[in-house]
Antibody, heavy 118, light 110 residues
Framework: QLQLQESGPGLVKPSEPLSLTCTVS??????????WGWIRQPPGKGLEWIGN???????YYNPSLKSRLTMSVDTSKNQFSLKLSSVTAADTAVYHC??????????WGQGTLVTVSS | QSALTQPPSASGSPGQSVTISCTGT?????????VSWYQHHPGKAPKLMVY???KRPSGVPARFSGSKSVYTASLTVSGLQAEDEADYYC??????????FGGGTKLTVL
């Protein structure tokens, strides 16, 4: 069974970068059939798509975050990562990683809460 | 404000049916048959319940069904059970390798 697990700091200071890693187990991140994505949920709000990455490194970003966002993949570790620069309180959210199969996100991690605060 | 509009809450008694709506635009729901529905019990991983408007992944009960009309997609849960109580989110492809989601609907089983 495919499993995804997010990891990273739970607290980030304003203006600093937010970095998270998703570790994939039970399947290969190098499969040609899938993209890998990040989705976040601010407290009390809905889901927001952040971006997707292919094992080759090809990326697609949410236009509203594109200027601050970098996603990367490490196939040797079966991991992919997110880095969001210059964070503000508005970036406080539960961050989920997910597998994108076709046109849907078919497996998700349980998420990790990142709070932006001094 | 989420890209897709969902009612904040819905409810029904055990055994009843409930329908949750998800309204978008011609750029997302109206433009593609790529609507998905996710069930989320807080603290757990969201679970895919319906994809491509009306298809169910293996293991999802037939009580969960999806449909779409123009710019509005719907998820119907028939024969409500206590374990169906959760938050439900819709999502849609919006073209140009962009995805959008809804604000979520809290389903309460009375």
């Amino acid at each position: 069974q495919l499993q995804l697990q997010e990891s990273g700091p739970g607290l980030v200071k304003p203006s600093e970068p937010l970095s998270l890693t998703c570790t994939v187990s039970g399947g290969s991140i190098s499969s040609s059939s899938y993209y890998w994505g990040w989705i976040r949920q601010p407290p009390g709000k809905g889901l927001e798509w952040i971006g997707n990455i292919y094992y080759s490194g090809s990326t697609y970003y949410n236009p509203s975050l594109k200027s601050r966002l970098t996603m990367s993949v490490d196939t040797s570790k079966n991991q992919f990562s997110l880095k969001l620069s210059s964070v503000t309180a508005a970036d406080t959210a539960v961050y989920h990683c997910a597998r994108r199969g076709g046109v849907t996100f078919d497996y998700w991690g349980q998420g990790t809460l990142v709070t932006v605060s001094s | 404000q989420s890209a897709l509009t969902q009612p904040p809450s819905a409810s029904g008694s055990p055994g009843q049916s409930v329908t949750i709506s998800c309204t978008g635009t011609s750029s997302d729901i109206g433009g593609y048959n790529y609507v998905s529905w996710y069930q989320h019990h807080p603290g757990k991983a969201p679970k895919l319940m319906v994809y491509e408007v009306s298809k169910r992944p293996s293991g999802v009960p037939a009580r969960f069904s999806g449909s779409k009309s123009v710019y509005t997609a719907s998820l119907t849960v028939s024969g409500l059970q206590a374990e169906d109580e959760a938050d439900y989110y819709c999502g849609s492809y919006a073209g140009n390798n962009i995805w959008v989601f809804g604000g979520g609907t809290k389903l309460t089983v009375l």
